[in-house]
């Protein structure tokens, strides 16, 4: 799960203060438990001592097996007077014990090692919440795209049915080695909403999603060259490499600069080679990439992406037009 630093640091301080806020409440209770009943504690203590006392008495030797013995029954009739006190205390063990919100993990966000599914929930929901800080992840479904801007024209509604069924196909079957893909069109075309359509369902799966602007990201590129302090997850570069889905939108209409371009090949071709999926949009033409960019860059695009393209009228500019309609009437 290619997630940010900042949002895996975000979820282990989480699952810290879970665990804090958990261990903390039990032991007010117990606390409150102990200073009504004393005696409890000094049994609690008893117990400790108790059960000490049986590493003591194997290096004692002697007669081992009965001193053994003694102790369990000291240990079993402690026990009981202690749950005894809590009954009479309208108490239970539970009470007084670290409710933690994952009982198998204990709210540490690992088993044995190995990531808990608590931990993988959480990396989810944080980073559905930090893309739709900046994008409007729940407004860009697969369930609210709709195809009736398109139906005027008979070949771009039968082409942007592919291109939908396609999106949808490939958000539902997501996974790390999915295909990259190249979104063609022009504006307002749908190219935005689909990519995040399908960014929700990868991060519904668990997948780690960078979602951006090729305009941003080229922004974050170039101040990251001259700055000394990077960034705390991270620089741009690696980030868009290291991730499991990248969003690159609008290529082509960030300021043209020689560093960026040769960046965003470097990415790009990054990517390519470990078999992570990108998926770009775009306004121009294969030949302006190329023109743009590089010939190797386009080849690289050109040969690796699937290639989707839409078409119809800007969908942004029918919505106000039918908004004006609307309000005149």
């Given at each position: 799960?290619?997630?940010?630093?900042?949002?895996?640091?975000?979820?282990?301080?989480?699952?810290?203060?879970?665990?804090?806020?958990?261990?903390?409440?039990?032991?007010?209770?117990?606390?409150?438990?102990?200073?009504?009943?004393?005696?409890?504690?000094?049994?609690?203590?008893?117990?400790?001592?108790?059960?000490?006392?049986?590493?003591?008495?194997?290096?004692?030797?002697?007669?081992?097996?009965?001193?053994?013995?003694?102790?369990?029954?000291?240990?079993?009739?402690?026990?009981?007077?202690?749950?005894?006190?809590?009954?009479?205390?309208?108490?239970?063990?539970?009470?007084?014990?670290?409710?933690?919100?994952?009982?198998?993990?204990?709210?540490?966000?690992?088993?044995?090692?190995?990531?808990?599914?608590?931990?993988?929930?959480?990396?989810?929901?944080?980073?559905?919440?930090?893309?739709?800080?900046?994008?409007?992840?729940?407004?860009?479904?697969?369930?609210?795209?709709?195809?009736?801007?398109?139906?005027?024209?008979?070949r771009a509604y039968q082409q942007m049915?592919?291109?939908?069924?396609?999106?949808?196909?490939?958000?539902?079957?997501?996974?790390?080695?999915?295909?990259?893909?190249?979104?063609?069109?022009?504006?307002?075309?749908?190219?935005?909403?689909?990519?995040?359509?399908?960014?929700?369902?990868?991060?519904?799966?668990?997948?780690?999603?960078?979602?951006?602007?090729?305009?941003?990201?080229?922004?974050?590129?170039?101040?990251?060259?001259?700055?000394?302090?990077?960034?705390?997850?991270?620089?741009?570069?690696?980030?868009?490499?290291?991730?499991?889905?990248?969003?690159?939108?609008?290529?082509?209409?960030?300021?043209?600069?020689?560093?960026?371009?040769?960046?965003?090949?470097?990415?790009?071709?990054?990517?390519?080679?470990?078999?992570?999926?990108?998926?770009?949009?775009?306004?121009?033409?294969?030949?302006?990439?190329?023109?743009?960019?590089?010939?190797?860059?386009?080849?690289?695009?050109?040969?690796?992406?699937?290639?989707?393209?839409?078409?119809?009228?800007?969908?942004?500019?029918?919505?106000?037009?039918?908004?004006a309609k609307s309000n005149s009437v």
């Open positions: 799960m290619g997630y940010g630093i900042k949002i895996y640091q975000a979820a282990r301080l989480e699952m810290e203060q879970r665990r804090r806020q958990a261990e903390a409440a039990a032991q007010e209770r117990k606390d409150a438990f102990f200073l009504e009943c004393p005696r409890a504690r000094e049994i609690r203590e008893e117990m400790a001592q108790n059960a000490a006392g049986a590493g003591k008495a194997v290096l004692a030797g002697g007669d081992v097996r009965q001193e053994l013995s003694k102790l369990r029954d000291r240990g079993v009739s402690l026990k009981k007077e202690y749950q005894d006190l809590l009954e009479t205390h309208h108490l239970t063990e539970s009470d007084i014990t670290p409710q933690y919100q994952c009982p198998h993990c204990r709210d540490t966000g690992f088993v044995d090692g190995r990531m808990c599914g608590c931990m993988k929930t959480l990396l989810r929901s944080l980073a559905f919440e930090k893309l739709s800080m900046s994008v409007p992840l729940e407004s860009c479904t697969f369930e609210n795209f709709s195809l009736e801007y398109y139906q005027e024209d008979e049915q592919k291109v939908f069924r396609a999106c949808k196909s490939y958000g539902e079957k997501f996974r790390a080695d999915s295909p990259s893909l190249l979104f063609k069109g022009g504006t307002g075309l749908g190219k935005t909403h689909l990519s995040l359509a399908i960014a929700g369902k990868a991060i519904e799966k668990g997948f780690g999603v960078i979602y951006g602007s090729a305009q941003s990201f080229a922004v974050a590129l170039e101040k990251e060259r001259f700055d000394r302090d990077l960034p705390e997850d991270g620089t741009t570069d690696a980030q868009l490499a290291d991730c499991d889905l990248l969003i690159l939108d609008d290529l082509g209409t960030e300021f043209p600069s020689a560093y960026v371009n040769a960046a965003l090949y470097n990415v790009v071709n990054t990517r390519m080679l470990a078999g992570k999926p990108t998926i770009i949009s775009t306004n121009l033409s294969l030949k302006e990439l190329e023109d743009r960019y590089s010939e190797r860059f386009a080849s690289r695009i050109t040969g690796y992406y699937g290639k989707l393209e839409f078409l119809g009228r800007d969908v942004r500019v029918q919505r106000r037009l039918r908004r």
